[in-house]
């Protein structure tokens, strides 16, 4: 009967308390005898500084370090657990040369010449083939050797210029091979992108719009005539500018931008400023005439890109970029007069000028009305520059590095309403968020001077700290304030949002654009789309290193690494910002150009889904078909949509277009 039986134990009689004692004398024996005594496997009497035995053949007598017993091996597993996560942060963003063996060649990789399923079918990417991968090889040590010849062309061509993670999917050799299999020629602009990293796609944007705005457009000015006025001489006033209009411009302005940009009080806006320039004029070296003009443009702009009549897309459905053309958005003659008055108080390379910038630089009370003001341009400066940094690879100035000495802004001066507060909940929360992809970037994007393809000797994305980077994110999720809080479960839940003024009423995002009702959308629906996109943002850059695993390494994947890769997918689905009313309101939505990029990364990753059997395995088990094709259905509208002023919208219709043909109605009507 096995000793480990239920059963075996009744036979056996008591261990006698003195045979634990005479074996732990026996180890304690071993464990203290000289090198000498253990060569000859001989009894050492251990003594010191020589033994008898030692001592009788006149040998050198050296006792081992005492070795820590098992309970004392605690320290020495976590050096060892955090030197293999160094590791692997290390490893993690190096490229790999194709030509060095560093994929492994499996049952799971689709061969060269095959085709990709069809995307338009009732399973969009669900395959009812059965899943090779039920019983993968284990987990093997060798070097694996490379399946995709296809993907030759990035032999020895380690980029030599950053790429930021929305662009590094470009690069992976399974989508260049998918890509080559539909004759999709981009080889030499993938080339292009290898050497010169994200500022290439910043310039297909620049040569879309080669020419600034037009500076024809102003208004028709008259002079002040209230002579009471300061400097009533160089003050004017626009007729077609009226009070109403200021007001009106204002009010969108301050429920739209200054929600998502943090950057003036509306109480000292609407009690100080606007009521002066309304009295008073315009004038042209006045601080205050500025930012009211800036203002009432952006305002305009808020109105009508929500309300008047969409520009001409050349598709069947209404694009989300309303009013003003292509060249001129709304607004533009307020802005011009703005932009014209700038000169007078930007600054110049004096000595004077020198002089009065040190004199501002006095100590500042953050805990007063205008350091909270303060605060607030400091912080909406700061993620600006963070958002664009990872997003678009544009270089970082020095405002970052004062990220610790700055206080957050938090404090409501005055009369606030439900929607002000919000408004600074929603801020705060962004900031926090920001700080999280910051992590994010820096730990698995940042760690080395490569993009995403896995080198020699990868031993699969770093676990642990995904793991605790995604507890982290969930952390912040679960800390938010209640009127910003929303779940996944239901799954309807997640598209559901409140309006501050009225808690009974429930909105939604939602794909149908018809649904939408027709009065004014709330004015935080645009933030809470943001914010919302944006974590399911981090949670598809945290794990989509397994679905890169998956892709190039299908035969050491493990069921940790398809659950990451199932989570990657899942956070693409339905982003809020892509939906209905934000994806109708589009020259209102913050980032425009970075959200391009991310979108069409995504849809890279969901085509490639229909070739991987461990993916389409995943995909049919945790994955919503229906809203696995609604995503892909909303995010080749958004791009067909905004290729009229998005230049890399329109560098990637030839890659997507033959990719989604047969899943997308208007492609037909976008090629014409």
Same mark, same amino acid.
Request: charged fraction near 25%.
């Given at each position: ?195 010169? +990293?994200? &500022? ?8 879309? $719009?080669? *020419? /600034?705005?037009?500076? =024809?457009?102003?208004? #028709? ?92 897309? +050349?598709? &069947? ?8 053309? $292509?060249? *001129? /958005?709304?607004?533009? =003659?307020?802005?011009? #007069? ?335």
């Amino acid at each position: 009967m096995s000793v480990f039986s239920p059963h075996a134990g009744d036979s056996l009689s008591p261990p006698d308390p003195s045979d634990g004692s005479l074996r732990r004398e026996r180890a304690s024996i071993a464990a203290q005898a000289c090198e000498t005594c253990r060569a000859r496997k001989s009894k050492c009497d251990e003594r010191r500084p020589k033994c008898g035995l030692c001592q009788r053949v006149g040998a050198e007598c050296r006792y081992r370090e005492p070795q820590p017993t098992k309970k004392d091996k605690t320290m020495v597993y976590m050096l060892d657990a955090l030197q293999r996560i160094e590791a692997k942060v290390d490893h993690i963003g190096r490229s790999v040369e194709p030509e060095s063996g560093a994929y492994e060649s499996g049952p799971h990789t689709s061969p060269p010449s095959s085709r990709l399923p069809s995307i338009g079918s009732v399973s969009m990417l669900v395959q009812d083939q059965t899943v090779r991968d039920q019983d993968r090889p284990p987990r093997q040590k060798t070097q694996p050797q490379h399946p995709l010849d296809t993907a030759r062309w990035l032999a020895n061509r380690i980029p030599t210029a950053q790429v930021s993670s929305s662009h590094k999917v470009f690069l992976w050799p399974f989508i260049h091979a998918r890509l080559a299999e539909f004759d999709v020629d981009v080889a030499k602009d993938l080339q292009a992108l290898t050497q010169e +990293g994200t &500022p290439w796609f910043l310039n297909h944007e620049l040569r879309k $719009h080669p *020419r /600034p705005l037009p500076c =024809d457009a102003r208004l #028709e000015a008259e002079p002040v005539l209230d002579i009471s006025a300061p400097d009533a001489a160089r003050r004017v006033r626009f007729p077609r500018l009226t009070y109403e209009e200021m007001r009106t411009y204002t009010v969108h302005y301050f429920n739209t931008f200054n929600v998502l940009y943090l950057i003036l009080d509306r109480r000292h806006f609407t009690d100080i400023m606007l009521p002066k320039v309304a009295k008073h004029g315009f004038g042209d070296g006045d601080y205050e005439s500025i930012i009211c003009l800036l203002v009432f443009a952006l305002g305009k702009v808020a109105l009508d890109g929500t309300w008047s009549a969409p520009v001409d897309n +050349g598709m &069947p459905f209404e694009s989300g970029v309303r009013g003003g053309t $292509h060249d *001129r /958005p709304p607004g533009l =003659d307020i802005f011009n #007069e703005a932009r014209r008055r700038y000169g007078f108080v930007a600054n110049e390379c004096s000595l004077e000028s020198i002089q009065i910038t040190l004199l501002f630089a006095s100590q500042i009370d953050w805990f007063t009305e205008r350091g909270n003001l303060v605060k607030r341009l400091y912080w909406t400066c700061n993620s600006i520059e963070h958002w664009y940094h990872y997003d678009l690879d544009l270089p970082r100035t020095g405002v970052c590095d004062h990220e610790e000495e700055i206080p957050l802004p938090g404090e409501l001066w005055g009369h606030r309403t439900e929607e002000d507060q919000q408004t600074v909940m929603y801020f705060l929360a962004m900031i926090a968020l920001r700080q999280l992809v910051t992590r994010v970037h820096e730990t698995i994007f940042e760690a080395s001077k490569a993009t995403s393809e896995i080198p020699e000797g990868y031993d699969g994305p770093p676990t642990h700290v995904i793991r605790e980077l995604s507890r982290q994110l969930e952390s912040w999720r679960s800390m938010l304030p209640p009127p910003l809080q929303w779940t996944d479960e239901p799954p309807e839940a997640r598209f559901q949002y409140i309006q501050p003024d009225s808690p009974e009423t429930v909105r939604s995002f939602t794909p149908d654009s018809t649904s939408i009702p027709s009065e004014s959308p709330n004015a935080l629906d645009l933030a809470t789309a943001h914010l919302r996109s944006r974590y399911y943002y981090a949670r598809f850059i945290l794990y989509r290193p397994f679905v890169f695993k998956v892709l190039h390494w299908p035969a050491q994947t493990t069921d940790e690494d398809r659950q990451f890769a199932g989570m990657c997918i899942k956070s693409t689905l339905l982003w809020p910002i892509a939906l209905a009313s934000p994806k109708n309101r589009k020259r209102l939505v913050p980032y425009l150009f970075v959200w391009t990029q991310n979108f069409i990364s995504i849809l890279l990753i969901l085509r490639a889904t229909t070739v991987s059997a461990i993916l389409t395995d995943v995909c049919r088990k945790t994955i919503d078909n229906t809203e696995l094709m609604l995503t892909v259905e909303s995010l080749l509208e958004w791009l067909a949509d905004v290729r009229t002023i998005d230049g890399v919208a329109l560098w990637s219709w030839k890659i997507l277009d033959p990719l989604f043909r047969d899943v997308f109605p208007h492609s037909s009507v976008a090629n014409s």
